[in-house]
């Protein structure tokens, strides 16, 4: 399969607990992007990676929220001491290097959920 | 945050009948898309759309940028119990801009 993968696909946390996802991009694609999908509503922007420059952050990744993408190819999105708010689907897309057709494509998700 | 005004929320049809749904803003937009969601899976990109006016078409679905780049269509021919599932519409100012969803419309499809 050379879709974007995303790992762990549900994640169970008690509120405090710190958590991560990983996410790995098609190969080849240099832009790759964290949206945020609570119940009932279309995905928010997070934050966007090319390579491994994070180049915009939304006003919803707060403090507790850090991404990284150091090597330029898979990406994690850690929260730390999680709240109950936090509970959504995190999704991951990638859009390929330029000459290509930047759209961008998704992962299946990490479903987090605050107890 | 901002989400483009997607309508219907949601719709129950009969298999093989052909559905539309639209996607409003008050800002405009270079590139317009839509996808369809499963429930526990990821958005897949159905078609993307370019230029002001466009229409496009894939297989059964057909969708157009319209012409004030504000809004967008999707329409549905002849519906089929696969079709079930949340569309969402999609738009970015830029290349490599952050994406701006619609807040989905729902479809639920009956033999």
């Known amino acids: 399969d050379t879709g974007v993968s995303q790992d762990p696909r549900h994640k169970i946390t008690k509120r405090g607990q710190n958590v991560t996802f990983r996410c790995d991009p098609i190969s080849e694609h240099n832009r790759l992007y964290w949206y945020r999908q609570t119940l009932g509503q279309g995905p928010e922007f997070l934050t966007y990676f090319q390579n491994e420059a994070q180049l915009e952050k939304s006003r919803l990744l707060s403090d507790r929220f850090s991404a990284e993408r150091p090597k330029g190819s898979f990406s994690t999105l850690e929260i730390q001491r999680t709240e109950q708010g936090d509970s959504a689907m995190y999704l991951c897309?990638?859009?390929?290097?330029?000459?290509?057709?930047?759209?961008?494509?998704f992962g299946p998700g990490t479903r987090l959920t605050v107890t | 945050g901002q989400q483009l005004n997607q309508s219907p929320q949601s719709m129950f049809i009969q298999e093989g009948e052909d559905v539309s749904m639209n996607c409003t803003s008050s800002?405009?937009?270079?590139?317009w898309l839509w996808y369809k969601q499963d429930p526990g899976e990821g958005p897949v990109l159905l078609i993307a759309?370019?230029?002001?006016?466009e229409l496009t078409s894939n297989g059964r679905l057909t969708a157009q940028f319209g012409i004030t780049r504000k809004d967008s269509f999707l329409n549905i021919s002849a519906s089929i119990p696969s079709d079930v599932g949340i569309y969402f519409c999609a738009a970015k100012t830029g290349t490599a801009s952050k994406l701006t969803f619609g807040t989905g419309t729902r479809l639920q499809v009956t033999l």
């Open positions: 759309l370019y230029k002001a006016g």
């Open positions: 897309a990638s859009t390929p290097a330029a000459g290509g057709s930047y759209e961008q494509y």
């Open positions: 800002s405009i937009f270079n590139t």
